[in-house]
C-alpha cells in the first residue's frame, strides 16, 4: 500500500507518456487524447518533443479537465513510463499519491520507485514478445497495448478507441483488425490481473460539445487559405514547417480546378528565410496576398527586407511560430519571445504590425484577417503564434466564415480611375489617415507608374535625399500606424467579480492558464482585472486600463518582459506599474505558476498594508 | 539633383513602332552615372530591344538589386512598374512578382556586386527554377559606388586602379547559370550593340529562365591597364561564337546569309533566331559543350560572347507549379474562397 493516499478523481488529472522519439508512440498517444474527447470530456494534449528524429525522450501529457482547462497544469498523476532513459525524472515529476504504469518485463529493484505512489507494472515486452514475432510489430503494437491497458485501469469505453482504430485505418483496413486485437490484449491483461479501475477514472459527458480538435499551424494555414493568400514561400524551421505543410494540404483540396486540375495558388520551398520573405514582397508589390511562415532565427534573417516592405510599402503577412531563443536556442520548446524583434524589426524607425492569437479559432480568424490588414495598411504584418498554440491540438471553437464578406484589398487605384484623371501619387496622403494609393504593376499603359525603392522619396515616389520630404514620408507612417489602432482586434477585458486595484495583462498561449489561474488568485484572497491584448499597436483601451488600476501584471513567456517594453515604451507609461511575470523555461505556462506568482505578489502587499495600518 | 525629367518633346518624324510608340517612349529618366559607363549602353540596348519589339512599356515590371547597375531601371521605361530592392535580392522578388502575374514581362537587372556576392543564392536558385524572366548582369569587376573594391567576377591577376591585385578566384556566371540550368544563357559586352540587341530580344521571346552577363566597362574605377574588364581589354579578348538576328514570330524569315554559316533557331512562342555562326563547330543547343568551349577559351584568357546555349520548348515555374492561366493576383474571393459550406465539413472532420 502506498504511503500516501492515492488520488482519487473523475476527469480532472494528468497522464504523462514517457517514450522514445520515433517508437511510434504519438499516433497511439493521440488516439488515447481523441478516445477521452469522444467521451464528450475535454483533454489538452502537449507533445513535448526534441529536435531529433530517432532515440531522444519524448513525452506526451494529456491534460484531461471536466472544467475545461485546456492550459498545461504542471505535475503527473499517473505517468506511463516507457522509456528507461527518463525513468528516475519521470517517477520524480508524478503528484504525491498519484500512479505509476511501467513495464514489468525485467525485475527493477524497489530503490526505482517512491513508495507513495500506486505501481502498476505490466510485463508489455513480455506479451508482445509471446504475441508477436516481426520485431517492428512488437514495438508497434506495446503501443497498442498500452492504450488497452490504460482503457481498463481509466474505465474507459472501449468502444470509442475501437472506432477511432477504425477511423484512424480507413483504406488500409487490414490494419484495423491487429491493432484492436491489441487493445484487447492490454485491456484483457489488465482486467484480469490489475486492480481496475484505479482512484482516477473518466465518465462521459457533454462538455466538449460542437468544438473542434485541431493545430493551431494548420488552423492559420486554413485562415490563408479563406483570406485569400495565393503565394506561399517559405523554408523550413521547427516549429512553423507544420504551417507551410498544412497549406499545401488545404490548398491541395480546397484550390485545385477540379477540371484542369490547375492550381489556384503557389508555393515555393525558398532556398532560405530571404528568398522567402523576397518571393512574398515581391508577389505582394504585385497585388497578389502572399504570406510566409518562419520561427525566431527566420525573422532575424528576414529584418532587411521586412524594413524595405514597412518602408517602401509593401503588404506582406509573416507567420511566426516562435519557440525559445536567443540563436538556435530550444526549437522544440515554447516561448513568446519575439515581440520586440518582430514589433520593431530592420533598421531605421520601424514599427510593425502583430496580431496574438490564443487558439487555433484565433489563428484562423486573424490568419485570414491579416491579408485585409496588410492590404489596407499596406505594410507587413504578423500573426504571432507560437510551438505551444502552433504544434498542439486544442480544443477550439469551431471555424466560421461569414459568406457576406468580401476581401478588403485596400487602396488600390484602377486603370479607370487613372483614365479619368484622378491624381495618382504613390506615396501623397489623400484621406489624411497616412494610406496612400498604390497600383499594381501592368494596370495603364501611360499612367500610374512608379518606382517602388528602400532609398527615400517624395510622395510622387521620386527619389530624394532632401530631409522635408524624408521627415514628410515618416510622418506619414506614424500617421498609417495610429490609423492602424483602430483596424486591428481590440483587447477583451474581464473584470473581477468585484472592484480590484490590480490589474493583469496578458497575450496568445497564456490564454488558458490565466483563466484558470483567476479562480486560484481568488482562493487566495485575491482578485485581479483582466486584459487580453490582441494585436499591436495597442488601442488607446490599453492606456486606460493600466491608468485604472494601481499596479497591472504582464505575464509572459520570455525572460525581458517584451510586451510589457513594449507597453511602457509605445503607451508612456511609468515602468513601475507594470510588475513583470515571466516564465521562460520553454515549458507552456501554467496556472499554478502564475496563480503563485501573482498571489505572492498580492499577499506580501496585504501584508504590508496590515502593517501600516496596524 | 538626382532626379531629372527629361523633356517630352521630340523630332516630329521619329520612327514609330507598330504600336505607334518611338523610342522616346521607352526611354526613363536621365542617367545618373558617370558618363561613358557602360550601363548606360545596355540601357540604350534594352530601349532598343523594346521598341524593336513594340512590347508594351506597362507591361513590363523591372526589378533590380542594389548597386549602379541597380539604379539603371529608372533610365528605361518610364511607363513601367520598377523595383529597386535590397543587396543580391532581386531574383526573389522578381520570383514572388512573376508567381503573382504570370502574364508580365520580367526584366531582372543586377550586377557583378549585387549577383555574385550575397546574391550568388538567390542568382542560382531563381535559375534552376526555371523563371520566366530576362536576367542582366551588368558586369564590370568592380563595386564602383563605394569607389572601386573588386568584385567576385574580377579575374584573379588583375589590378584595381589602386594598384592592388586581386588574389582571389573569379566567378564565371554564365558558366554557373549553364550548369544551373537556365534555359537561355548569353555574354555580351555593352560596347557591341550589334550582338547585344538582338540577344536581349531573344531572351525576351524566350518564356523561360534567361540569363545575359553584359561585361560593362566601369569607366572611373576599372578601365585602366591591368583591368581585365576594361574596354581595350575585352574588344582586345573578345571571341564572338556567334552573331544573332532576332525575328519576332509576324515577321517574315529573311535569311540573307550564307548557308553553312546561319543556324536558325525557333523559340517556342514562334520567334526565330538567326545565328551567323563564327564558330563553325559550336552547338547552341549543347550545354554540356557549351561548359567545356567556355572553359577552353577561358584558360586561353579570351571572353567567349554570344548565344551560348537556348533550349527552345523550356519549361517555366509556372508550368512545374501547374498554376491556373489567369494570374493570382486577379482572382477574386469567389474563386479563392472554400466559403462555409467547405468549413463545415472541416469541422466536422476534426471532431
Known sequence: MPTATPISRVNDFVVRFANVNGSGSASANEMFARAILRMGVPVAPRNIFPSNIQGLPTWYEVRVSEAGHLGARGGTDLMVAMNPQTFDKDIAGIE?????LYDSTKPLPPSKFRDDLTVIGVPLTAICNREYSDPRQRQLFKNIIYIGVLSAMLDMDVKVVEQLIGEQYRGKDKLIEPNIKALHIGR????????????????????????????GNSAAALGAVYGGATVCAWYPITPSSSLADAFTRHCGRLRVDPETKQAKYAIIQAEDELASI?????AGWNGARAFTATSGPGISLMQEFIGLAYFAEIPAVIFDVQRAGPSTGMPTRTQQCDIISCAYASHGDTKHVLLFPEDPYEAFEMGAQAFDLADRLQTPVFVMLDLDIGMNHRLSKPFAWDETRKYDRGKVMTAAELEAGKEFGRYLDVDGDGIPYRTYPGTHPTKGSFFTRGTSRDRYARYTEEGAPYVDNMQRLIRKFDTAKDLVPRPLQANAGKPSKYGVIYFGSTSPAMDEAVAMIEARGHSVDRMRIRAFPFHSSVN????????????EQNRDAQLRSLIVNECGIDPVRLVPINHYDGTPITARFIAKAIGDHLDKLTMKSVKVTS | MTYLAKPKFHHPELPKNSLGYTHRDYEGTVSTLCAGCGHDSITAAII?????????????????????????????????????????RMPSVLTGANLANRDLIYLGVSGDGDSASIGLGQFAHCLRRGVNMVYIVENNGVYGLTKGQFSATADRGSKSKRGMMNTDNSIDLVAMALQLGASFVARSFSGDKHQLVPIIKAAIAHKGAAFIDVISPCVAFNNHAGSTKSFDFVREHNEAVNRLDFMPSRMPIEVKYEPGTVEVVEQHDGSRLALRKLAADYDVHDRTAALGFLQHHAAKGQIVTGLLYVDEAPEDLHAHLRTVGTPLNRLSEKELCPGQAALDKINASLR
Open chain 1, 96 to 100: 504525491p499519491g498519484g500512479y505509476l
Open chain 2, 48 to 88: 532598343q530591344a523594346c521598341f524593336d519589339l513594340a512590347i508594351e512599356p506597362h507591361r513590363v515590371a523591372k526589378i533590380s538589386g542594389i548597386g549602379c547597375s541597380s539604379k539603371t531601371p529608372t533610365y528605361f521605361l518610364g511607363n513601367s512598374h520598377g523595383f529597386n530592392s535590397v543587396h543580391g
Open chain 1, 278 to 282: 523576397g518571393m512574398v514582397i515581391g
Open chain 1, 544 to 555: 486606460s486600463f493600466v491608468a485604472g488600476h494601481d499596479f497591472t501584471f504582464v505575464v
Open chain 1, 188 to 215: 484483457d491483461y489488465a482486467t484480469l490481473n490489475l486492480n481496475c479501475p484505479i482512484g482516477l477514472r473518466l465518465r462521459k459527458s457533454d462538455k466538449v460539445g460542437d468544438r473542434i480538435f485541431v493545430e
